[in-house]
């Protein structure tokens, strides 16, 4: 069974940084891409961030270009996204997702609030 656990969401001050983490189960990790999108309050999803299969890869929304960092540790089958310089716009909850497989975390809510 696939599995994504996504943590690290929070509260925090705009202008500040969160690290999420998605630690991933039940497919062969270093054989997919991986994504993080997220969803605003009473908005659609919005793609966030791709890493490719070794990390070599990245890519990001104009929005978070410059703020957001994507990483991955194959080893330990764990997904990261570093996100600094926080806007309130970013607030959202974040998911890690498989987009081959179809399969999304639960997510974890960040709030960028003052």
């Known amino acids: 069974e696939v599995r994504l656990v996504e943590l690290g969401g929070g509260l925090v001050q705009p202008g500040g940084s969160l690290r999420l983490s998605c630690a991933a189960s039940?497919?062969?990790?270093?054989?997919?891409?991986m994504t993080w999108v997220r969803q605003a309050p009473g908005k659609g999803l919005e793609w966030v961030s791709r890493?490719?299969?070794?990390?070599?890869?990245?890519s990001y929304a104009d929005s978070v270009k410059g703020r957001f960092t994507i990483s991955r540790d194959n080893a330990k089958k764990m997904l990261y996204l570093q996100m600094n310089s926080l806007k309130p716009e970013d607030t959202a909850v974040y998911y890690c997702?498989?987009?081959?497989?179809?399969?999304r975390g639960q997510g974890t809510q960040v709030t960028v609030s003052s």
């Open positions: 039940g497919f062969t990790f270093s054989s997919f891409d």
């Open positions: 997702t498989v987009s081959a497989l179809k399969a």
């Open positions: 890493i490719s299969t070794d990390g070599g890869g990245t």
